[in-house]
């Protein structure tokens, strides 16, 4: 092993100390009082002793170790070093026969050493700590239990900006507990109050993402002007230069476990691949294409009838994936000699069906024979050129909207679903799945960003009924489990995502308020009544379907009664409704394809 200088001083400390912990061994073995003779024998083992212990901590890597960030796994590591040692010098000492050698000396000197080397580390790690505390950091409270807090404590040490100065938890049992110096101060109920007692205008929410305790924090924080703070998720210590407390967001309080992909699968199914996706400027097309990036696709083709959507993903997968090869398309699948010319020139492997209109009340008037041509035949066109170009695999992105259907959007959407199970039938090569899964945070046109905008304006907030509930999960999320769906299952499968339990959007909409800073009594929130065609609970299953599990824990496969459509007939329909067909002739049509949907 080769020593660097700083190695060699710091073997050179620690030897210092075990000759001191041997010293000290002969000391408490003669009763402070060592004879000359002994002391003389003491003196002819240094060499070997030196050698016994430069070994063994050598052996344990103890100097691959950095002393002001010395704790518990480092502290084990020195003792195997020690005992290394220990052993070694007592097998050399042994082996020379020294007459009347103490051999309590052998048991006592690792044990003073690892006292002195380990008070040493110890005490290095305390100067380094107060040296590099700012008296200036903002000072902050850490709200959770004492493990959580305990883990934050350990992400902030050596911080230059926060002081933690001390602890909410949710246990009473915990109150005036303290951990690594800090003081419990009290419940959470109280946190706005003991903030302004500590003089802490900063409170890190160490609970849990999703938990309780998290949505207890921001109830009780509000109209206190008290910034709510959380640890980055895993994903995002990637993406950042100084991976430090950031502010909590609406996902932190709707947090659910990380989705588990198979990611040596997906990584088979995309690397070195072509992939068509279609709708790719959407919030899901986009995410679903930096999903794709990352498994190191080869030629990514990106189609979209947005322009400025096209010309936005071009921009930051270019910035991001430099060595991919992307392709940008604006291109809409309701003409389906542009998509067939596209997927034949590329002949990509999977295309991913993200292309969609998605608002109800949109939908509901004035659009309804758009939400056919593109829900509906746009999806047929995708799916078929999907068939024709010999793609692998085919993925249609559903809604839960589609099930038990009472508005044209998801009528639609149910029929897409039919759609591609009668193409699945016609090209037997590709493998066509649909995934159904609810509303996604923060995608375009979902309750989230219209909340922030009203609640950026002054208010009121505007909910339709004060107990509606839908289902939510990140965009991140949802793009995931339509990758992991598209790698399982038998074609003409519908796969439906464990989308945790529903949520009121009344409750949605107070979390926003609080995160903004503002109370009700500030920004209101104002009950409008249902929108044509809105349903108060959003179903994932139909009446008439039962679910089977699937290898993997948030997905399960939809076993449907409806038979596939009609394809012809569908398109002859939609062909020849003309641009403004009568809007109950049009619904009557669509009750008849999708016998469950039941307009309101």
């Not at 103890?62 to 590591?77: M, N």
């Amino acid at each position: 092993m080769q020593f660097s200088r700083n190695t060699l001083l710091l073997l050179g400390i620690d030897l210092a100390l075990v000759l001191l912990a041997g010293w000290g061994s002969f000391w408490l073995r003669f009763n402070f009082d060592i004879p000359p003779e002994f002391a003389r024998m003491a003196l002819l083992t240094i060499p070997w002793c030196l050698a016994g212990y430069a070994a063994g901590l050598s052996m344990a890597r103890v100097y691959r170790q950095v002393w002001s960030y010395i704790g518990l796994p480092e502290l084990r590591q020195l003792g195997t070093g020690i005992m290394l040692g220990g052993l070694l010098t007592a097998a050399i000492v042994l082996m020379l026969r020294i007459p009347d050698f103490p051999r309590s000396v052998l048991l006592l000197q690792p044990l003073i050493s690892l006292v002195l080397l380990g008070a040493a580390r110890a005490g290095w790690r305390t100067f380094s700590e107060h040296r590099t505390l700012a008296p200036g950091g903002r000072r902050l409270v850490i709200v959770g239990s004492l493990q959580d807090a305990s883990d934050a404590l350990r992400a902030l040490k050596g911080s230059q900006q926060w002081q933690p100065v001390g602890i909410v938890s949710p246990a009473a049992a915990e109150v005036g507990r303290s951990i690594q110096n800090v003081r419990v101060l009290g419940r959470t109920a109280a946190i706005a109050d003991i903030c302004e007692a500590a003089q802490a205008h900063a409170a890190l929410i160490a609970s849990p993402a999703g938990s309780s305790e998290r949505r207890e924090a921001l109830m009780s924080a509000a109209g206190s002007r008290l910034t709510l703070l959380t640890m980055p998720r895993p994903d995002e210590w990637l993406k950042t230069d100084s991976p430090g407390p950031r502010r909590i967001e609406l996902e932190d309080l709707l947090g659910r476990t990380a989705v588990q992909l198979d990611e040596a699968g997906l990584s088979e199914l995309f690397s070195g691949q072509t992939v068509l996706v279609t709708g790719a400027g959407g919030s899901i097309g986009a995410e679903l294409c930096r999903q794709i990036a990352r498994f190191g696709v080869a030629r990514l083709v990106c189609v979209d009838v947005s322009e400025f959507g096209v010309y936005q993903l071009e921009q930051e997968l270019r910035g991001a994936h430099p060595q991919m090869h992307g392709c940008y398309y604006t291109a809409n699948v309701r003409e389906v000699d542009r998509l067939r010319a596209i997927a034949l020139k590329h002949r990509p492997a999977v295309i991913l069906h993200a292309a969609a209109y998605k608002h109800v009340p949109l939908m509901e008037e004035l659009n309804e024979i758009e939400a056919l041509r593109t829900n509906v035949l746009g999806t047929l066109h995708a799916a078929r050129v999907a068939g024709e170009c010999g793609a692998r695999r085919f993925v249609m992105i559903s809604t839960d909207k589609a099930v038990n259907p009472t508005n044209v959007m998801g009528a639609s959407k149910r029929l897409a679903e039919l759609m591609v199970q009668g193409v699945a039938a016609e090209h037997i090569g590709t493998r066509y799945v649909s995934v159904r899964f609810g509303n996604v945070l923060g995608s375009s046109g979902s309750v989230v960003p219209l909340f922030s905008s009203q609640i950026a304006r002054g208010g009121p907030v505007t909910v339709t009924h004060p107990e509606i509930v839908r289902y939510f999960m990140t965009i991140p999320e949802a793009a995931q489990l339509v990758l992991q769906a598209g790698l399982m299952g038998s074609s003409g499968q519908i796969f439906v995502l464990d989308m945790g339990e529903p949520m009121k959007i009344a409750e949605l909409a107070r979390m926003l308020i609080r995160l903004s800073g503002k109370t009700e009594q500030e920004i209101p929130i104002s009950f409008i009544g249902l929108r044509p065609g809105e349903k108060l609970f959003e179903e994932l299953l139909a009446d008439d379907e039962t679910t089977e599990p699937t290898p993997h824990p948030k997905l399960r496969v939809a076993k449907t009664a409806g038979l596939p459509a009609d394809i012809d007939s569908v398109m002859l329909w939609i062909g020849d409704a003309g641009p403004a067909p009568a809007s109950d002739s049009l619904r009557q049509w669509l009750r008849n394809q999708v016998p469950e949907y039941a307009p309101r």
